[in-house]
C-alpha cells in the first residue's frame, strides 16, 4: 500500500446520508485518483487530479464529489444522489498523471 | 470502446502447480500493459509492467509475455504457493487519453494444499 492511507477501513450509512471518504499520501505524488471496484467488473475512474486545486471528473463521477486542498489529501465524498454506492472505493496516487499508480488499502461502503 | 478482457474468471490450482492467465485488450494505442495483484480486501499492488516493444517482463515466480500484434498478454505463476491465491488485474494503459488506464475484471485465483 506504500505511503497511501485510506479511512477508515469499512464504513455503514443509511440511504440519503452523505459520507466522505478520506485518502492521503506522503509520497509527494502531484496525481491522485478515486476509482470504484464492483464484483466482477475492472476499476473505473470516478475522479482525478493533477495538482493542488485542480480535479476533472471521470467516467462515473455523477453523486460523487471531491477536493483537493492539499497535496497530501483527497477526499471524497459520496452523496444522497449516488444511485447504488455500496461499493469498494480505492484511492490512488502518481507522480504524475501517466505516471505508475500506487494504490491504497481501499474503503469499503456499505449503504442500506 | 477501449477494452480489456481477461480469462477465465477464476481459477483453483494446487500449490506447487503452474497456471497462465489471458488477457485480451483493444485499446490502441497503448503505451504499457501492467499486472496487478490483489488481495482479498486491498489495494493492487504491480507485478509487472511493459511496453509496447517489450514481449516478456519477470518478477521472481511471475512472468508476464506481450504479444502486440495479436493484442495478447499472459501472466505466468511458477510453482504456486497458497499466497499467491489473489485477484490479478491487467491494466492498459490508452496513449491516446493521456495514457488513462483501462482496467480488466480480472482474474480469481486460488490456491488449495
Known amino acids: 500500500d506504500g505511503g497511501i492511507t485510506q479511512s477508515p477501513k469499512y464504513l455503514f450509512r443509511k440511504e440519503g446520508q452523505n459520507v466522505t471518504l478520506s485518502c492521503e499520501q506522503n509520497?509527494?505524488?502531484?496525481?491522485m485518483y478515486w476509482y470504484r471496484q464492483d464484483p466482477g467488473q475492472g476499476l473505473r475512474l470516478i475522479y482525478y487530479?493533477?495538482?493542488?486545486?485542480?480535479?476533472q471528473k471521470g467516467d462515473i463521477a455523477e453523486g460523487y464529489s471531491v477536493s483537493r486542498e492539499k497535496k497530501e489529501s483527497f477526499p471524497l465524498t459520496v452523496t444522497s444522489a449516488q444511485k447504488n454506492p455500496t461499493a469498494f472505493y480505492l484511492c490512488?496516487?502518481?507522480?504524475?498523471?501517466?505516471?505508475?499508480?500506487?494504490f491504497g488499502p481501499g474503503t469499503r461502503l456499505t449503504v442500506t | 470502446k477501449n477494452q480489456v478482457e481477461q480469462s477465465p474468471q477464476s481459477l483453483i490450482i494446487l500449490e506447487g502447480k503452474n497456471c497462465t492467465l489471458q488477457?485480451?485488450?483493444?485499446?490502441?494505442?497503448?503505451?504499457?500493459l501492467r499486472w496487478y495483484k490483489q488481495d482479498t480486501g486491498r489495494g493492487p499492488v504491480s507485478l509487472t509492467i511493459?511496453?509496447?516493444?517489450?514481449n516478456t517482463k519477470s518478477n521472481g515466480r511471475y512472468t508476464a509475455t506481450l504479444d502486440a500484434d495479436t493484442k495478447q498478454s499472459s501472466l505466468h505463476i511458477t510453482a504456486s504457493q497458497l499466497s499467491d491465491s489473489a485477484s490479478y488485474i491487467c491494466?492498459?494503459?490508452?496513449?491516446?487519453?493521456?495514457?488513462?488506464?483501462?482496467f480488466g475484471a480480472g482474474t480469481i485465483l486460488r490456491v488449495k494444499s
Open positions: 487530479s493533477q495538482i493542488v486545486n485542480d480535479f
Open positions: 511493459m511496453t509496447f516493444s517489450e
Open positions: 490512488a496516487s502518481s507522480i504524475g498523471v501517466g505516471n505508475e499508480q500506487y
Open positions: 488477457c485480451n485488450y483493444t485499446v490502441s494505442p497503448f503505451s504499457n
Open positions: 509520497l509527494n505524488h502531484d496525481a
Open positions: 491494466v492498459v494503459s490508452a496513449r491516446e487519453y493521456g495514457n488513462k488506464l483501462v
